[in-house]
Nanobody, 120 residues
Framework: QVQLVESGGGLVQPGGSLRLSCAAS????????MGWYRQAPGKQRESVAA???????NYVDSVKGRFFIFRDNAKNTVYLQMNSLKPEDTGVYYC??????????????WGQGTLVTVSS
């Protein structure tokens, strides 16, 4: 099995910053992409940012220039640096890992979610 452990959520004022982290462990053979999704109250889950093993990153338009995703391949860990946070960034943030497992083959794992609240 593969486990994803997220950390870094919390309450922050508008304009503030937070850094999320997600560490993957377990029966991982290789990781192709790691990313972050978020789900705001009453809305569908959306992709926020993702980064491939080669370092290519993409972002949803609403966070470009404010959020930065990067990963430590040696530690199977992905980070999301969130700057200039806005109230509309509030939601539960989920880590996602896509790759291959040494046990099950295909790997598409999700973290338990971490709450980010942007409010004054």
């Amino acid at each position: 099995q593969v486990q994803l452990v997220e950390s870094g959520g919390g309450l922050v004022q508008p304009g503030g910053s937070l850094r999320l982290s997600c560490a993957a462990s377990g029966s991982i053979f290789s990781i192709y992409a790691m990313g972050w999704y978020r789900q705001a109250p009453g809305k569908q889950r959306e992709s926020v940012a993702a980064v491939t093993s080669g370092g290519r990153a993409n972002y949803v338009d609403s966070v470009k220039g404010r959020f930065f995703i990067f990963r430590d391949n040696a530690k199977n860990t992905v980070y999301l640096q969130m700057n200039s946070l806005k109230p509309e960034d509030t939601g539960v943030y989920y880590c996602n890992v896509v790759g291959s497992s040494s046990v099950t083959g295909a790997l598409d794992a999700w973290g338990q979610g971490t709450l980010v609240t942007v409010s004054s």
